[in-house]
């Protein structure tokens, strides 16, 4: 049975310490200005008597939805859904378009400023194959995100979804269920700040697009390298010309002078 990697989280542990935005940048070179996970804040509500209620603290990151808006967004392949369960970005295939940014729900991707190519969670693999968890989970201090495959019974998140069963809830795109893989035990806020994915031509239309212009610049090309030998061709017939006269020769046209 293939894996099925989910990310868990008991936000009401979040104490908003940021140390997970931290530890995957560096874990990660995640540059300046841009991060692959966050920290959402609900607002504490006024109570009538002038308090404050209690707020709320939501990580949160690429979802890794089992039917990513992103993937059909993109016209390379680069995006596409792996056999772990997670939604992975091949950097020799991604030219930096930028439309699985805007299909994304929830903000999750952006565009590397140094790379200049797409980027977002991808569970850290590096880590994983040394036996550790995400740089996210293994700084938590309070254990609020958990990860693990779904598809083991035996793991920390099977048993947290069994414990949970009815009370785990997901941020959900209105009018677009994704279904992410991110799963929220008993509540979770701020929410419905996902927004509907923009859809970006389809990689149909944007190839039927793209054939014909490739094949106009091929034969605008083409036509160049004509006109370019057709020039060469009548200077060289004019050189000629001036040089077929009286003293024509390896030796013409150079100035004596030993006279």
């Known amino acids: 049975m293939n894996q099925k990697l989910v990310m868990v989280i008991d936000s009401a542990k979040c104490i908003d310490c ?3 935005v931290a530890a995957c940048k560096q874990a990660n070179g995640v540059g300046r200005g841009v991060w692959r996970n966050w920290i959402k804040e609900a607002v504490p509500p006024v109570l009538a008597d002038g308090r404050l ?13 089992d039917e990513p808006s992103c993937v059909g967004a993109c016209p390379t392949g680069a995006t596409y859904k792996s056999v772990d369960g997670s939604v992975v970005i091949d950097p020799k295939l991604c030219i930096g378009c930028g439309n699985c940014i805007k299909a994304c729900p929830y903000g999750a991707r952006f565009r590397d400023p140094v790379k200049r190519i797409a980027d977002k969670c991808n ?6 194959a040394a036996g550790l968890p995400p740089a ?15 598809n083991d019974p035996d793991s920390e998140v099977s048993g947290l979804l069994r414990a949970n069963q009815g009370k785990v809830v997901r941020i959900v795109a209105k009018g677009h269920d994704t279904k992410p893989n991110m799963y929220y035990i008993a509540s979770t806020a701020p929410d419905g700040w996902a927004v509907k994915p923009v859809d970006p031509l389809s990689f ?7 054939g014909p212009a490739v094949k106009a610049a091929v034969g605008l090309s083409g036509l160049g390298v004509l006109a370019m030998l057709g020039r060469q061709l009548l200077v060289s017939a004019r050189g000629e010309g001036k040089d077929a006269g009286p003293g024509a020769g390896p030796g013409a046209g150079k100035e004596d002078r030993h006279g």
């Open 18 to 20: 940021k140390g997970c």
């Open 53 to 65: 209620g209690r707020g709320h603290f939501q990580p949160g990151a690429c979802m890794h939805c």
């Open 123 to 128: 569970y850290c693999p590096e880590r994983r």
């Open 136 to 150: 996210c989970v293994d700084t938590c201090p309070t254990k609020a995100r958990v990860f693990g495959d779904m």
């Open 204 to 210: 149909d239309a944007l190839s039927g697009l793209i």
